[in-house]
T-cell receptor
Framework: NAGVTQTPKFQVLKTGQSMTLQCAQDMNHNSMYWYRQDPGMGLRLIYYSASEGTTDKGEVPNGYNVSRLNKREFSLRLESAAPSQTSVYFC??????????FGPGTRLTVL | DQQVKQNSPSLSVQEGRISILNCDYTNSMFDYFLWYKKYPAEGPTFLISISSIKDKNEDGRFTVFLNKSAKHLSLHIVPSQPGDSAVYFCAAPDGGTYKYIFGTGTRLKVLA
């Protein structure tokens, strides 16, 4: 039981490049989330998926797209990376009446 | 407008003493609160929670207190240990939307 896994762990992009961050969970949770963590800002929600087939914007969705590929997988795509997207990205999953479980994070630098 | 606030970005405590981390919220509709702990280069992990029908919840060395009239909660760690050094986030679910709202975190350093 791996919990929530994320790939890659680290990534360096140039401005304008695109990439997809992958997330998978093996806990059969319905809801999945993408957060970014920046110094002094805490964890801010980018997008979430309450169930397979649905996605909704969070607090800071601009510049990102998501895909809930199936119940296990929820990917985050940066179509044209900008330096402001330099951050640590966390994926999480959730089951009703439980708490959110987080992945280990992806550290992204955009030059 | 920040609905969940942690006004102390950092805290240093001697090993064996009590650590008190504070969190304030503005939305009186919040009815459940959680504390997460985060070590460097790892994802946050759940620590302890409290429902608004309680004013205290204990789990070993960790106790969370809730003061609904003041819209304030605090996490007490007694006794503090060097392994408790981490960033602590408080969070509240945003009604029935499955979204958590997180505070900005407090970095706790327990000095040996």
């Amino acid at each position: 039981n791996a919990g929530v896994t994320q790939t890659p762990k680290f990534q360096v992009l140039k401005t304008g490049q695109s990439m997809t961050l992958q997330c998978a969970q093996d806990m059969n949770h319905n809801s999945m989330y993408w957060y970014r963590q920046d110094p002094g800002m805490g964890l801010r929600l980018i997008y979430y998926s309450a169930s397979e087939g649905t996605t909704d914007k969070g607090e800071v969705p601009n510049g990102y797209n998501v895909s809930r590929l199936n119940k296990r997988e929820f990917s985050l795509r940066l179509e044209s990376a900008a330096p402001s997207q330099t951050s640590v990205y966390f994926c999480a999953s959730y089951r009703d009446e439980d708490e959110q479980f987080f992945g280990p994070g992806t550290r992204l630098t955009v030059l | 407008d920040q609905q969940v606030k942690q006004n102390s970005p950092s805290l240093s405590v001697q090993e064996g003493r009590i650590s008190i981390l504070n969190c304030d919220y503005t939305n009186s509709m919040f009815d459940y609160f959680l504390w997460y702990k985060k070590y460097p280069a790892e994802g946050p992990t759940f620590l302890i929670s409290i429902s608004s029908i309680k004013d205290k919840n204990e789990d070993g060395r960790f106790t969370v207190f809730l003061n609904k009239s003041a819209k304030h909660l605090s996490l007490h760690i007694v006794p503090s240990q060097p392994g408790d050094s981490a960033v602590y986030f408080c969070a509240a679910p945003d009604g029935g939307t499955y979204k958590y709202i997180f505070g900005t975190g407090t970095r706790l350093k327990v000095l040996a």
